[in-house]
């Protein structure tokens, strides 16, 4: 398998970013580490290997770019809108910076697909939402796209801006919505450990934005997978080669 590491200063977060290249040929497939993590945790932990078949086949190339949560959403030093803009430098990195660099490097013009687990999830969709121009496919899984387990109770007009759970519901632009409309939208959440508990509820969350995806017309296929499948690698292993293989690549 071809891969490759690429390292830059991003003018866009005022430090260094890394990322890895996987794959000679294919669509790109842009992934989003899980809360606060690496641009090389999807190869440490086995999904690369799982989706190897769809690399070595030349359908997919795999672009894994670091987070930044822990200077973001993850950061409890700042207030809840200095962690907005933060984030918001962090969309502006990826838009400018890292989807140029895949165009430039791997010459596809066309819209890509992203991907991630846990927080990643809420990063792949999130990404789609406000950005459909440049992503006409979503894989989210375990996903949590509401704000309560990084804020609590605040909210303001701000930050309203930043989960698909607030700005969905009075979303009515017909621009967006027929590029949903046109796009590939799979989530998909366990109903095993850890996918609900006190903290967070990815089985809940997943079919609100299911169903507010419904009530606009837009396709979606959410999949709830059994009480046995866990909000943990190795089923996230399974699901993105099952998803892949349903795709048109």
């Not at 890509?112 to 406000?130: K, L």
């Not at 007009?157 to 046109?182: A, I, M, T």
Request: charged share 25%; glycine share 8%; hydrophobic share 35%.
């Amino acid at each position: 398998m071809n891969v490759e590491y690429y390292k830059w200063y991003s003018h866009a977060l005022g430090r260094e970013m890394e990322l890895k290249l996987y794959g000679h040929g294919g669509k790109p497939v842009l992934v989003f580490p899980s809360s606060g993590g690496r641009f090389h945790d999807f190869e440490d932990r086995g999904m690369i290997d799982a989706c190897a078949s769809f690399i070595d086949s030349g359908e997919i190339r795999m672009l894994a770019v670091d987070s930044y949560d822990h200077q973001s959403w993850l950061n409890q030093e700042i207030p809840p809108r200095e962690r907005a803009a933060r984030h918001e430098a962090y969309e502006q990195y990826i838009l400018r910076e890292v989807i140029p660099f895949c165009q430039n490097h791997t010459r596809w013009f066309s819209p890509v697909i992203t991907t991630g687990c846990s927080m990643g999830a809420y990063h792949a969709a999130n990404f789609f939402f406000r950005h459909p121009r440049s992503i006409d496919t979503v894989i989210a899984l375990s996903g949590l796209y509401g704000p309560y387990h990084l804020l609590g109770d605040y909210m303001d007009e701000v930050l309203y801006h930043y989960f698909p759970l607030l700005y969905l519901p009075g979303l009515n632009d017909s621009n967006y919505l027929e590029q949903y409309r046109k796009s590939k939208i799979i989530l998909c959440v366990g109903q095993g450990d850890w996918e609900k508990c006190d903290q967070y509820d990815c089985i809940g969350e997943t079919r609100a934005l299911k169903d507010i995806l419904w009530s606009k017309n837009v396709p979606c296929w959410a999949d709830f997978w059994g009480e046995d499948v866990h909000h943990e690698w190795d089923w996230w292993r399974k699901q993105l080669p099952y998803f892949l293989e349903h795709l048109d690549l």
